[in-house]
């Protein structure tokens, strides 16, 4: 039983390792890309552009760890191991949201604008512990539940950054 357990747990556990280190690469390099690239805008550009990267990459994550399952791997080692480690990190380098959200509350934002940086993040973090708390539960998260959050994620923050004075056909003639 044991020999079963650790045969079915090998390739869940060799895919999290690979996809969190991909994880770890890109959001190093493209934290440090976003920084040199919006060095010459104003200060507020550049922390936009980072709370949106930071929050919006985890959803994303979150949701490739949810579709690899669904469709691939349907194991529940998998996405607890991935997300679980997931928000480790995130909580490790808390220090680089908290400084970026004491930039954005002392930044005139309309008091919308705040309830949705807030609900934003809620939302992100809440859609990762959503996946794990179904998967004690042997359910896996319907296709629906991960296209949903994802086109949310990605909507708001198309919108966020939009709204902030920076077109996004400006930052895409940027890349």
Known sequence: MNINLIQKSIIPILVSTL??????????????SLIEIFTEEKLSILYFHLFIYVFLILILFVSLINLLNLLL????????????????FYTLSSSIYINIFQYLLHF???????????????GAFGYSLY???GLFFHKFIP?????????????YATFFIDAQGY??????TKF
């Not at 349907?74 to 997931?86: A, D, G, Q, Y």
């Not at 629906?144 to 949310?152: A, E, Y």
């Not at 077109?167 to 895409?172: E, F, G, V």
């Open 19 to 32: 996809l969190l280190g991909v994880f770890y690469w890109q959001f190093t390099y493209i934290y440090a």
């Open 73 to 88: 791997i349907k194991s529940n080692f998998f996405p607890i191991i991935s997300i679980s480690v997931l928000l480790i």
């Open 108 to 122: 005139p934002l309309s008091e919308d604008m705040i309830m949705g940086a807030i609900l934003f993040v809620v």
């Open 131 to 133: 996946s794990l708390v």
């Open 143 to 155: 296709i629906i539940h991960t296209l949903l959050f994802t086109i949310l994620g990605l909507g």
């Open 167 to 172: 077109s996004i056909l400006n930052i895409l």
